[in-house]
């Protein structure tokens, strides 16, 4: 059973770092393409950033040159370093594994960590 859980998250103020963590069981992990999104209340899921096996990343507009994806394959786990934090990041996140070794693609999902951003 594919299982994914996220962790880190909490209050921190404008301009302030949080580092979040998604622990992934089910073996899965290596051959996934791993990401991070993000839904803020009344709003729609939307992506952060993802990540490939091989340590390929891609990144919202919004947080390029703040946000830092990574991947430890040999733990399972996925990473996402935020710097210089903004009010406008606040939501919660969610981590999401992409199976590549399913067709179709079957897509997984933890529950979730919030993080706020306030002074």
């Known amino acids: 059973q594919v299982q994914l859980v996220e962790s880190g998250g909490g209050l921190v103020q404008p301009g302030g770092s949080l580092r979040l963590s998604c622990a992934a069981s089910g073996g899965i992990f290596s051959r996934s393409v791993m990401g991070w999104y993000r839904q803020a209340p009344g709003k729609e899921r939307d992506l952060v950033a993802t990540i490939t096996s091989r340590g390929g990343a891609n990144y919202a507009d919004s947080v390029k040159g703040r946000f830092t994806i990574s991947r430890d394959n040999t733990r399972n786990t996925l990473y996402l370093q935020m710097n210089s934090l903004k009010p406008e990041d606040t939501a919660l996140y969610y981590c999401?594994?992409?199976?590549?070794?399913?067709?179709?693609?079957?897509?997984?999902w933890g529950q979730g960590t919030q993080v706020t951003v306030s002074s």
């Open positions: 999401n594994a992409e199976d590549l070794g399913t067709w179709p693609r079957r897509r997984y």
